[in-house]
T-cell receptor, first 115, second 112 residues
Framework: AAGVIQSPRHLIKEKRETATLKCYPIPRHDTVYWYQQGPGQDPQFLISFYEKMQSDKGSIPDRFSAQQFSDYHSELNMSSLELGDSALYFC??????????????FGEGSRLTVL | KQEVTQIPAALSVPEGENLVLNCSFTDSAIYNLQWFRQDPGKGLTSLLLIQSSQREQTSGRLNASLDKSSGRSTLYIAASQPGDSATYLCAVLISSASKIIFGSGTRLSIRP
C-alpha cells in the first residue's frame, strides 16, 4: 500500500540558506501535518492543512511557510536557516471525513542539517 | 491547554515479560488517541488508534485501552521480544484536522 512520501530524505544547508521539503500524502487523504523533531525530543507540531486550506498552526517560525497544492502534496519552505533548525521533519497524512477523525500515517522524515 | 505525559520515560525488561506503558492527558475532550512506535532516526509507525467512543483496540500482542474520563490510556505488550525495543509515543487529536499532541515517549529496551 502507498505510504506518505517525503523528499529529500537528507538535506545539508549552510546558515542563512533556504530549504524546501516536499510531502506526498497517502492517496485520498485530505489532511497533511508537518512536525519537527529535534534530537531526543518528541515531535513538535508545525502546521496542518485540510483540503488545501491551513487548518491549524503550531510553533512554526515566521521564517517558515507551507502550503498544500491542488494535487494535495505539501511543501515546507524554510528561509534564513539557523543552526537550531537542524532536525528531522516529518509529514503525516490522514483522512478526516465528516465527524470521523482518521488514523495518522507518517513519512520517513527529511533530515535537515544546517552547518 | 492539552498536555500529554508518558510514564515511565524509560523501561528495561527481560524478554518474555508482559508490560504496560502509560499515557495521561489533561483534557478529556479528545477525538482520538493513537500509539506510535519510533526506532532511532526513523519515522513513526502507527500501532493502534482508539476513537473517543471506543475503550480499547487490539493488534496481535498489543492492546491499548482508553479511559477518557480519567484522561488515561495504557499500551499493553504481551510476551515482549527484543524486536519490540523502540520508543513508544502516544498522541491525542483534540479536534478533527487539528494538531496532534505527542507525549514525550517511553524508551523501551527488551533484554534477550
Amino acid at each position: 500500500a502507498a505510504g506518505v512520501i517525503q523528499s529529500p530524505r537528507h538535506l545539508i544547508k549552510e546558515k542563512r540558506e533556504t530549504a524546501t521539503l516536499k510531502c506526498y500524502p497517502i492517496p485520498r487523504h485530505d489532511t497533511v501535518y508537518w512536525y519537527q523533531q529535534g534530537p531526543g525530543q518528541d515531535p513538535q507540531f508545525l502546521i496542518s492543512f485540510y483540503e488545501k486550506m491551513q487548518s491549524d498552526k503550531g510553533s512554526i517560525p515566521d521564517r517558515f511557510s507551507a502550503q498544500q497544492f491542488s494535487d494535495y502534496h505539501s511543501e515546507l519552505n524554510m528561509s534564513s536557516l539557523e543552526l537550531g533548525d537542524s532536525a528531522l521533519y516529518f509529514c503525516a497524512s490522514s483522512l478526516n471525513s465528516g465527524r470521523a477523525a482518521g488514523e495518522l500515517f507518517f513519512g520517513e522524515g527529511s533530515r535537515l542539517t544546517v552547518l | 491547554k492539552q498536555e500529554v505525559t508518558q510514564i515511565p520515560a524509560a523501561l528495561s525488561v527481560p524478554e518474555g515479560e508482559n508490560l504496560v506503558l502509560n499515557c495521561s492527558f489533561t483534557d478529556s475532550a479528545i477525538y482520538n488517541l493513537q500509539w506510535f512506535r519510533q526506532d532511532p532516526g526513523k519515522g513513526l509507525t502507527s500501532l493502534l488508534l482508539i476513537q473517543s467512543s471506543q475503550r480499547e483496540q487490539t493488534s496481535g500482542r498489543l492492546n491499548a485501552s482508553l479511559d477518557k474520563s480519567s484522561g488515561r490510556s495504557t499500551l499493553y505488550i504481551a510476551a515482549s521480544q527484543p524486536g519490540d525495543s523502540a520508543t513508544y509515543l502516544c498522541a491525542v487529536l483534540i479536534s478533527s484536522a487539528s494538531k496532534i499532541i505527542f507525549g514525550s515517549g517511553t524508551r523501551l529496551s527488551i533484554r534477550p
